[in-house]
T-cell receptor, first 114, second 112 residues
Framework: QQQVKQSPQSLIVQKGGISIINCAYE??????FPWYQQFPGKGPALLIA?????SEKKEGRFTISFNKSAKQFSLHIMDSQPGDSATYFC?????????????FGQGTILTVHP | DAGVIQSPRHEVTEMGQEVTLRCKPI?????LFWYRQTMMRGLELLIY????????DSGMPEDRFSAKMPNASFSTLKIQPSEPRDSAVYFC??????????FGAGSRLTVL
């Protein structure tokens, strides 16, 4: 019940295209859903996060869509740029003092071609 | 702010040796987390502290692993004795109120 399943494992997109990464979770107690971006040799960095009381959150070119009934959420990167090439992780956690106790997806390696 | 500082960045050791990884969290952060990243298991939480007190160590794989936080500005993760399957990147992260984790750059451990 603690799993977060992420797809695809890898994604190749042309510059200017839309990148879409999907995640599904099982534990209905999860109520915090962040996305992290990781560049080679660096630690993950928070990109955007959502809580289940909203169905969508947008920050610049990055949008999270959340479907509570389906227990799924996705990251959309609009106008993808070569600088977006990185590994993306979805994650989930319970609330309160457990926000940082994250269960991560397996990651998606995004490559944006110029 | 220098962010979360981890040392060493790279460690190569032989099976059976003791390994100590170090972390300096961001000043003022009251939560500290140790995560491990491997190809097979991805990113997984090992242990986390609140105000220097261990809160949840259920992710620590076995008794060979131990973590301490003697003060608000320093934590260690120790593996004794180390085994080849411990090879991974170990990340330390800190936060205010267990929210918005800031990760360090990681310590890459190779056990031969």
């Amino acid at each position: 019940q603690q799993q977060v399943k992420q797809s695809p494992q890898s994604l190749i997109v042309q510059k200017g295209g839309i990148s879409i990464i999907n995640c599904a979770y099982e534990n209905t107690a999860f109520d915090y859903f962040p996305w992290y971006q990781q560049f080679p040799g660096k630690g993950p960095a928070l990109l955007i996060a959502i809580r289940p009381d909203v169905s969508e959150k947008k920050e610049g070119r990055f949008t999270i869509s959340f479907n509570k009934s389906a227990k799924q959420f996705s990251l959309h990167i609009m106008d993808s740029q070569p600088g977006d090439s990185a590994t993306y992780f979805c994650a989930a956690s319970r609330g309160g003092t457990s926000y940082g106790k994250l269960t991560f997806g397996q990651g998606t390696i995004l490559t944006v071609h110029p | 702010d220098a962010g979360v500082i981890q040392s060493p960045r790279h460690e190569v050791t032989e099976m059976g040796q003791e390994v100590t990884l170090r972390c300096k969290p961001i000043s003022g952060h009251d939560y500290l987390f140790w995560y491990r990243q491997t190809m097979m298991r991805g990113l997984e939480l090992l242990i986390y502290f609140n105000n220097n007190v261990p809160i949840d160590d259920s992710g620590m794989p076995e008794d060979r692993f131990s973590a301490k936080m003697p003060n608000a500005s320093f934590s260690t993760l120790k593996i004794q004795p180390s085994e080849p399957r411990d090879s991974a990147v170990y990340f330390c992260a800190s936060s205010v109120g267990a929210n918005v984790l800031t990760f360090g750059a990681g310590s890459r451990l190779t056990v031969l």
